[in-house]
């Protein structure tokens, strides 16, 4: 079996190296920071390529490992990221009133495709395929 940890922490490590000093998302990755919070800085400096495989990663990780009771649901660990996206969206932005008002799923996405925030789009579409609800 393959050791997805090890091989995106290899990856992670090698995108490092190829991105300026003055990457916050290279700085993320050196300090031994979270999947999470490399994924979310990766996000803010438009390394959509790093935080896409950082979801991969995740995927593969948890694929085909029962669920355990406390592993939280698609919704909750959609709900979460949303909600550490949102913190970067200016208020007058329609993703950001979209989330704010607890628009469904679809909702957002279709705001954030409109806004450009492909990534967050993105997200919510594969979280949808992994069983997220409106």
């Known amino acids: 079996m393959v050791d997805v940890s090890k091989?995106?922490?290899e990856l992670l490590d090698l995108y490092s190296?190829?991105?300026?000093?003055?990457?916050?998302?290279?700085?993320?990755?050196?300090?031994?920071?979270s999947?999470?919070?490399?994924?979310q800085t990766a996000e803010k400096e438009g390394l959509h390529y790093i935080s896409n495989a950082i979801f991969v990663a995740e995927e593969e990780r948890f694929a085909g490992e029962p669920t355990a009771a406390s592993e939280p649901a698609i919704d909750t660990v959609a709900a979460e990221r949303v909600r550490d996206f949102r913190k970067h969206l200016p208020d007058s932005c329609e993703t950001a009133v979209a989330i704010d008002r607890n628009a469904p799923w679809s909702e957002i996405a279709q705001c954030a495709q409109?806004?450009?925030?492909?990534?967050?789009a993105s997200f919510i579409f594969e979280a949808e395929q992994q069983g997220l609800e409106d």
Request: hydrophobic share 30%; glycine share 6%; no cysteine.
């Open 35 to 39: 999947w999470t919070d490399i994924s």
């Open 17 to 33: 190296k190829e991105l300026p000093e003055s990457s916050e998302t290279a700085a993320a990755i050196k300090r031994g920071a």
């Open 114 to 120: 409109r806004d450009g925030l492909h990534e967050i």
């Open 7 to 9: 091989h995106t922490d």
